[in-house]
């Protein structure tokens, strides 16, 4: 939990540079390897993009149907491929979907109310669900998220960059994202 913390801290501040976020990605897992008893297997990829270049950048439709919450930047690789699971179950950022971090979620579900949630990467899934499982145990499910009086139905998976750096991750990834389409059809007849 301390990592997620951290990562917002530094990584969602403005007026960083993609580098400047990698080094800091990179020293966060470096450390939290180390205090889980070992280190990191291998140099992560990040797939940050300088703030300036998406400050701007819409987060998605104002009355969503799925709210997807992870690390995902606004631009890059993790990005394109987050496009692409989206539109493979027929949602996106323009219609029907709205894409934020695990540092902002809490006020916007509130506000905007949406139906599902699409939960990526094990540090967004484990501070959402106040579990210490790893994102391996989450997935493949559907779990009754609650927050204040609202109950919202969740689907845990994998973030695209960890998409992006095992490969073998994507069938189980997809697997998820089918169950997410067969819950949400039925309300994405409804108009929402």
């Known amino acids: 939990m301390l990592s997620v913390f951290l990562r917002g801290l530094f990584l969602y501040n403005t007026g960083m540079t993609a580098e400047e976020k990698k080094s800091i990605a990179s020293f966060i897992d470096l450390a ?4 889980r008893g070992g280190y990191s297997q291998g140099e992560r990829e990040y797939c ?13 439709a104002p009355d969503p149907l799925v ?28 219609s029907n979907c709205f894409i934020t971090n695990v540092f902002e979620y809490e006020g916007e579900l509130q506000s905007m109310k949406p139906r599902f949630i699409l939960c990526l990467g094990e540090s967004a899934s484990q501070t959402l669900l106040n579990s210490a499982e790893p994102v391996e145990k989450l997935r493949g499910r559907l779990i009754d998220f609650k927050i ?14 960890d998409l992006l750096r095992n490969g073998e991750l994507k069938r189980p990834a997809w697997d998820d994202l089918k169950l997410l ?12």
């Open 67 to 94: 709210m997807v919450i992870g690390d995902v930047s606004e631009s890059g690789e993790d990005a394109l491929l987050l496009n692409k699971m989206l539109a493979s179950i027929g949602l996106s950022k323009e």
């Open 32 to 35: 939290y390897g180390w205090a």
């Open 148 to 161: 204040k009086d609202m109950t919202i139905p969740l689907v845990a998976t994998y973030a695209p960059n």
């Open 181 to 192: 389409r067969a819950v949400i059809a039925p309300a994405a007849g409804e108009g929402k």
């Open 48 to 60: 940050f993009s300088d703030d300036s270049d998406s400050e701007d950048s819409p987060k998605g």
